[in-house]
């Protein structure tokens, strides 16, 4: 054995004295003694390749179809009624809890079948909880007043389980839900993961193991104005996004999210076209209406505190950000989730842009968030003769359908 694994006496002592003392061996040995087939490898406590696979059942809490509940249109169905109507089919779908267990549900359970008659789940967006120091607390502005939401007792076991042994658990959490995701996605899907310079390089890593070094598109940089500034650091302005298609058969529309030419270069443009007019290739030499093809760093602005889309959610993504992966990544009537939904932008872009869409989140205020942002896009929909869907919000077996009704009725009290 000791020729077939070339170690020398000295290796083979140390081995003996870790084995004979219980401690782990050090990783050169596991590279020593054990075959493998992965160059890289990302390794933690307690790492393995077991996912969930339990099955708990929906259980749907409300259907929410708002604009129907509005005075019926007297000339309902005549030439004269523009008011938009609700699309048959495919209901969107919220559900309340452990994202975990959601998609291990989603991934094995009966309505998998639902999701790949509407052609599979062709994006993931998320934006999983990438500061260390957040623990499901926050300070929520309602009017002229403030109150900070404390965690419930199932917030609290999800910030154990994600930071309770720091980066060790946030990996093991993102890299069973990665797993998952993996399966769910169709084989012409993408999913983008919104992270920054806290665990940006655990995420790039942990995105490689799952769908591969290969299938990485684009690292994308979204550069906005805001951030920390400070005098012993370089402001910080920006968060990366991880791009990465399941198989090389992936959807991208370019045409759709170009990117605006620079005013230098249009006037350098205009000038090369001035003095070439006439020659046979000047059709050639024309920009592009659309503008130039787009590049890997996205300047967006953060939602304004003035804007109508404010919802008071602190971590809530500006509506553009969304526009452009979603345009880039998916066609109209295609399916779209978010597993960390927090206020609900993903979906909200997504009805307006005629996408369907699925989606969950742990904690309830992000829930009657994302229920009431939503609602108001249906309103708004409806009122510019546009179709929308109505959605459902659901639970699984775990949470209690009276425990969300009745922090309904309280956050109604609440925001009323």
Known sequence: MGNRLNLTDNERRDVIRYLESGKPLPDKYRFLLFD??????????????????????????????????????????????????????????????????ILSSLKNGPLRKQIEAEGGLKLIYIDPPFDVGADFSMNIEIGEESFTKKP??????????????????????????????????????????????????????????????????????????????GSRFFGRKHDTIFWYSKTNNWIFNADEVRDEYAEATKERFSHKIRNIRGSADFGEQELNPLGKFPEDVFDISIEAPSSNNRTGYPTQKPEPLLQKIIKASTNEGDLVADFFCGSGTTFAVAEKLSRKWIGSDLGRFSIHTTRKRMIGVQRELKKAGKDFRAFEILNIGKYEREKYLGGQSQQSNATG
């Open 36 to 101: 493998t087939d992965k160059e890289v490898e990302l390794l933690w406590n307690g790492k393995t390749d077991e996912v969930e696979n339990t099955v708990l059942p929906f259980q749907a809490i409300e259907q929410i179809d708002e604009p129907r509940s509005e005075e019926k249109i007297t000339v309902q169905g005549s030439l004269f009624d523009t008011s938009g109507r609700q699309i048959k089919g495919w209901s969107n779908k919220l559900i309340w809890g452990d994202n975990k267990l």
């Open 152 to 229: 419930s007792v199932i917030e609290e076991i999800a910030y154990r389980d994600t930071w309770g042994k720091g980066a060790d658990s946030f990996i093991a959490m993102i890299y069973e839900r990665l797993k998952l995701m993996h399966g769910l996605l169709a084989d012409d899907g993408s999913i983008y993961v919104h992270s920054d310079y806290r665990v940006s390089a655990f995420m790039k890593l942990v995105l490689d193991e799952v769908f591969g070094r290969e299938m990485i598109k684009n690292e994308i940089i979204w550069k906005y104005s805001g951030g920390r500034v």
